[in-house]
Nanobody, 112 residues
Framework: QVQLVESGGGLVQPGGSLRLSCVAS???????LDWYRQTPGKERELVAS???????VYAASARGRFSISRDNARNTVYLQMNALKPEDTAVYYC???????WGQGTQVTVSS
């Protein structure tokens, strides 16, 4: 069983930035990981993905503002979020598809 622990969420004003971290309990080398988000009453949506080789894919809503990256030595995936908007408010989850593992989520609130 893989454990994923997210951190870095919080309250930020519109236009601000946050960096989310997801630490895995074992090596992520050779695996792709994803960031999702969910708001009440809506399905969880994919925000960004990073492959084992470092290739990245973004949802249209995140492209140009968010950046996903990885540090294999630290078993960590990051999501840098810039130019945040109120509609980015959600619980953000880390996902490891090949182990079907999810973190507990970290709340991001964008509000003035």
């Amino acid at each position: 069983q893989v454990q994923l622990v997210e951190s870095g969420g919080g309250l930020v004003q519109p236009g601000g930035s946050l960096r989310l971290s997801c630490v895995a309990s074992r090596s992520i080398t050779g695996y792709g990981l994803d960031w999702y988000r969910q708001t009440p009453g809506k399905e969880r949506e994919l925000v960004a993905s990073i492959s084992a080789a470092g290739y990245t894919v973004y949802a249209a809503s995140a492209r140009g503002r968010f950046s996903i990256s990885r540090d294999n030595a630290r078993n960590t995936v990051y999501l840098q979020m810039n130019a945040l908007k109120p509609e980015d408010t959600a619980v953000y989850y880390c996902n490891w598809p090949q182990t079907d593992s999810w973190g507990q989520g970290t709340q991001v609130t964008v509000s003035s």
